[in-house]
């Protein structure tokens, strides 16, 4: 008859070990991975909790941008890291919903490859235009693109990203031919549109709040579920009829697969802790956003759904992946 007690004593080795390194967790600088360059909603929302989470951890929380792909370089960097609990990524439904669902070449697992720890916010997508645009509103701006068809171009921070897929659908609903203009992040692709060389712009709110506010950009819809407190004259999506586009977005926090589930519990406590203090909940509002806060388990449901219907949107619309961005 084989031994089994050298195997179960090594598992029993392995629980140890991965419970004492759980208990000196964090002991060392992490890594906070954004996907996406400076100036974007998720380099926002992540850069006010990595402040806050540095003083709650003990060690400092430093974000890195890595921006490409619609956010598939960032957060591959994170799939591939070590699972010790050092290397945390943001996870947008770009990256972890419409990217994995147009893109076949993603190169990771958007559920298989992360462990989640918590939703971070939630936030409004908005579509805006340069003030150049004669139009004021929806009607007017649909009147101006279809007399304008494959003359009018709109920009997003990513080919695959969730906004290029809500650009494909909004043409898509009003009959229009709209050019995609992808750039490597939402943060280039605002430049672009506030300097007039393109036109339309779909975007999280929290990076053209500022631009909307000082009437460098003219809002012309917001996917939400009601008017928000801050345009009130803005309609959503649904109100003018274009419902399948009017879900909101979110900024979360996942660690690689397998990182212990010891760590991944200190890492939402802590969380949970920075998202209930007033002064981040007063940022992320007035940024734009809503503080979301939940557990791993919830965070992980709510990516799977996200996945789901990015993936039913790309079936139904035929979107193909095109690294051109056309």
């Not at 439904?93 to 669902?101: E, L, M, S």
């Not at 958007?110 to 004021?136: C, E, G, I, K, Y």
């Not at 002064?279 to 799977?304: D, L, M, W, Y």
């Amino acid at each position: 008859m084989p031994s089994y007690k050298p195997l179960f004593a090594l598992i029993a080795g392995l629980a140890i070990a991965a419970s004492a390194q759980a208990q000196n967790y964090p002991n060392k600088m992490i890594k906070m991975i954004i996907p996406f360059p400076p100036g974007g909603a998720s380099d926002i929302v992540g850069r006010i909790v990595a402040d806050k989470l540095s003083k709650e951890l003990g060690q400092p929380v430093v974000v890195e941008n890595r921006g490409g792909g619609g956010g598939s370089i960032g957060a591959s960097a994170v799939a591939k890291a070590a699972p010790d609990g050092y290397t945390l990524g943001i996870a947008t439904v770009g990256t972890h919903a419409a990217n994995p669902a147009c893109n076949p070449k993603v190169g990771y697992d958007a559920v298989h490859d992360f462990a989640p720890v918590s939703n971070l916010a939630r936030t409004p997508n908005v579509l805006t235009v340069h003030p150049a645009v004669p139009a004021q509103n929806y009607k007017e701006l649909l009147a101006y693109v279809k007399k304008n068809n494959g003359k009018v171009s709109y920009a997003t921070g990513g080919t695959c990203g969730v906004h290029h897929l809500t650009g494909a659908l909004f043409t898509s609903l009003t009959g229009t031919d709209i050019v995609h203009v992808p750039y490597r992040g939402s943060g280039p692709a605002l430049n672009d549109v506030l300097g007039g060389r393109v036109e339309l712009f779909f975007d999280s709110l929290p990076g053209s709040l500022q631009y909307i506010q000082s009437n460098r950009l003219r809002p012309i819809a917001v996917a939400w579920d009601k008017r928000l407190e801050s345009m009130p004259n803005v309609p959503t999506y649904a109100e003018l009829g274009l419902k399948p586009i009017n879900d909101p977005v979110w900024y979360g926090l996942v660690a690689p697969a397998k990182t212990p589930d010891d760590i991944i519990r200190k890492l939402n406590a802590a969380t949970q802790k920075v998202l209930a203090m007033p002064e981040v909940k007063e940022r992320i509002v007035q940024s734009g956003s809503e503080p979301a806060g939940t557990t791993p388990a919830e965070f992980g449901a709510e990516i799977k759904t996200a996945l789901e219907r990015m993936k039913s949107t790309v079936k139904t619309q035929g979107i193909t992946f095109d690294p051109s961005g056309s």
